[in-house]
């Protein structure tokens, strides 16, 4: 029944037919429901979530809400039978009734319904768009979301010159991800009497500071005491050249009682207590007891514990370094104790949520490409529950505490839902039950390539781990085009991934092999591992994937003659630094929003703490013996001289992390050395594809590129 009804959405949603296939095709993929948020009534009994829809030829998308019930996992469709996006479903009002975020009244409001989708109310009429919301356990008070003028970098328009499109800009941060920066999210709480939602106050009321972080944050850069009478939030409390430098972010907490006050947990002399097992030196945990927790990395997404008398939160050590390994902190309010509980585990954690006895805290963490969940107890005592070869992400506990809710995904599954029971997990016992089959129609119509671990000796010596994906009907006695996947971030695991343009089961079907490796500076191996980037683009890493693509290109099935490289953003810096060191093993490249110049790129990106960190100086900056950092000494259009293999070049013009003037000046190289090449540019689109048209021509670009020098 579920099933059917899934489908049954597609069609409205799209008003299209399934398209089934034997193999994946661009058009098949983008037909795909993509599960958003999820959450369970109090009683455990049934839940309520969100799936995306594509129309390719509309070229949008529309989320739709539905509610499924957990014991016979019988789906209802609550929304989008209209033309609207309905998104952020919760319970309220113990289950008998759904918030949720519509725009059916001409901007981004809340509006409320009865569990079984009947009785739709708009409850905030605020005068902006609510970007997203959180409401407190008691269900009284909502925190929202919405955006606020910012002129402290851009001017404001000349009054008398409204049609002037010019800028005036004075500093830094002037834009971000893929706009110039004119607004910012501040956080404000309000009432709710069941009926309306009134008194909105502005928690940063006068400061020039975003809370959530940009890009990315959402409300769970947000947390609510048990007794709704404090809001945690996360906050970088600088603009401009400051922010721009630094990812020192801390966590506040905000009475919203009479008072109003904020403080700080961060920045504290509390003492500080580390695991027995930390990988720290007593040196450093001497100098952190006698001087407090001045911790200056990323700090966020806070959660008060059930019993309200913890305050726990993501954290990293050092400023600048966003890719540091993400810690588990325990706050204890009552004595301002702080406990990191995750340093036995030499990876960063993802996500967490509380026991409901308060004493343990359940998370994810990326270890040996692949995503999986651990428990800590509050002394720092770590155990790894699932071992698959799967992605887990996080939801939330369920009431009773015995079920673990999860989305998991692999290379060979988009998200599903899935129930854990916790008893089961501790005892290393078979534990999991699907609970959503969104695209079970589609996998029962398509035929998927084999992933396979594969082992590799490093130029150093050192064990390397890769994927490898093979086509579907795969024939050992056949040769076949090969592809070597360069990973971006630059930091980024190659972990259980699944990817809507990235999509190693649409390149398999297309008859390549692929092989992603675990190179130099990607999590899950230590930091050694980790950190070995930084300040080295063009070192160990690059020579990491030249072994794994010779071990593959060892075996009988796989055409040393038809090898190709293909990667996004550092994985398209991968690629262009490659073109001029391959040796002549490749016979085709691909590089989407890669870094082509260095010293353009440092003066080019927004985010300047990570040019600081990862290139390790200005490319104005000269050493005593007068010479600059490898990573502009050994830029990969330095070696243009060396390409002589066909390149494409793919670049989206709203792409402000790395610009588009990287993959002009590196398609232009190419054809001024009269190599063969081509440029796809997006102007709507920024460092992915988000549009369904763009998505498709992005996909037809990419394989008749390779088919056209890698295939007979």
């Not at 690629?575 to 890669?594: M, Q, S």
Request: proline share 4%; hydrophobic share 35%.
């Amino acid at each position: 029944m579920a099933t059917t009804l899934t489908v049954s959405a597609q069609k409205i949603s799209q008003g299209t037919t399934f398209p089934f296939g034997q193999r994946m095709t661009p058009e098949s993929l983008w037909a795909m429901g993509r599960i958003g948020s999820f959450q369970v009534t109090a009683n455990g009994n049934s839940a309520v979530y969100s799936v995306s829809y594509y129309n390719v030829e509309k070229n949008n998308s529309k989320s739709v809400l539905y509610s499924l019930n957990l014991k016979t996992l019988e789906q209802t469709q609550l929304t989008g039978k209209e033309n609207k996006s309905e998104r952020g479903a919760v319970f309220i009002n113990d289950g008998k009734q759904i918030a949720f975020l519509s725009s059916a009244s001409g901007s981004s409001q809340i509006w409320v319904m009865n569990a079984d989708g009947t009785n739709r109310q708009q409850v905030s009429f605020e005068a902006t768009d609510v970007i997203d919301f959180l409401f407190s356990p008691q269900g009284n008070q909502v925190l929202l979301v919405k955006e606020v003028p910012f002129d402290k970098v851009i001017q404001e328009k000349e009054k008398d010159l409204p049609l002037s499109s010019g800028m005036v800009i004075n500093d830094l941060m002037y834009k971000h991800w893929d706009t110039y920066v004119t607004s910012i999210p501040h956080p404000f709480v309000a009432s709710f009497d069941g009926n309306r939602i009134t008194n909105a106050v502005d928690v940063l009321e006068g400061e020039p500071f975003e809370s959530p972080m940009l890009p990315f944050g959402g409300v769970e850069q947000f947390g609510w005491s048990p007794d709704g009478k404090t809001l945690a939030y996360t906050c970088r409390k600088k603009y401009g050249r400051d922010y721009a430098i630094s990812t020192d972010s801390d966590i506040f907490l905000y009475d919203t009682q009479s008072n109003k006050t904020t403080r700080n947990l961060c920045k504290t002399a509390a003492f500080v207590e580390y695991t027995a097992d930390a990988t720290r030196s007593l040196q450093d945990q001497s100098v952190n007891k006698q001087n407090g927790d001045q911790n200056m990395g990323y700090d966020q997404n806070p959660q008060f514990s059930p019993d309200g008398k913890y305050v726990a939160w993501l954290s990293m050590e050092r400023d600048g370094y966003e890719s540091d390994r993400s810690r588990l902190c325990v706050y204890e309010l009552s004595t301002g104790k702080k406990t990191y509980v995750t340093e036995t585990f030499e990876s960063g954690v993802n996500e967490f949520c509380w026991s409901k006895d308060s004493k343990r805290l359940f998370f994810t963490g990326t270890w040996h490409g692949k995503t999986n969940i651990h428990v800590t107890n509050l002394q720092g005592k770590v155990q790894q529950l699932t071992n698959d070869q799967a992605d887990y992400v996080l939801i939330g506990l369920s009431s009773s505490d015995k079920e673990l809710l999860v989305k998991r995904h692999s290379m060979a599954q988009a998200d599903e839902v899935y129930a854990l029971n916790v008893d089961k997990l501790l005892k290393k016992k078979e534990a999991s039950r699907q609970i959503t089959f969104e695209n079970k129609a589609f996998y029962d119509n398509q035929t998927f390539g084999e992933v396979k671990e594969r082992w590799v000796k490093t130029a150093d010596g050192k064990d390397m781990q890769c994927w490898v994906i093979y086509p579907p009907h795969f024939d050992p006695t056949k040769k076949y085009p090969t592809l070597l996947f360069c990973e971006g971030g630059p930091q980024s695991p190659v972990s259980q991934f699944w990817s809507y343009r990235w999509n190693f089961q649409i390149m398999a079907a297309n008859d390549y092999i692929i092989i992603a490796p675990n190179r130099r500076g990607l999590p899950g191996y230590g930091m050694e591992w980790l950190e070995a980037i930084s300040g080295d683009y063009s070192g160990l890493c690059m020579q990491d994937y030249l072994s794994a693509i010779d071990d593959l290109a060892k075996e009988p099935y796989v055409d040393k003659e038809r090898l190709g490289a293909v990667g996004a953003s550092f994985g398209g810096y991968s690629v262009y630094w490659l073109a001029g060191h391959h040796d002549k093993r490749f016979k085709a490249f691909i590089a989407h929003d890669g870094i082509y110049n260095t010293e353009q790129q440092y003066v080019e990106t927004e985010e300047m703490w990570f040019a600081n960190w990862d290139l390790k100086a200005a490319p104005w900056y000269k050493n005593a013996q007068g010479q600059q950092q490898k990573a502009f000494e050994q830029s990969p259009h330095l070696y243009v001289d060396k390409w002589d293999t066909p390149i494409l070049c793919i670049h989206g013009q709203k792409d402000y992390r790395i610009e588009y003037t990287q993959a002009m000046s590196a398609f232009n190289a190419a054809r001024l050395r009269g190599i063969p090449a081509q440029l796809l540019l997006f102007p709507d689109e920024n460092h992915w594809v988000l549009k369904p048209q763009n998505g498709i021509l992005w996909q037809r670009t990419f394989f008749r590129w390779l088919d056209k020098y890698l295939k007979k």
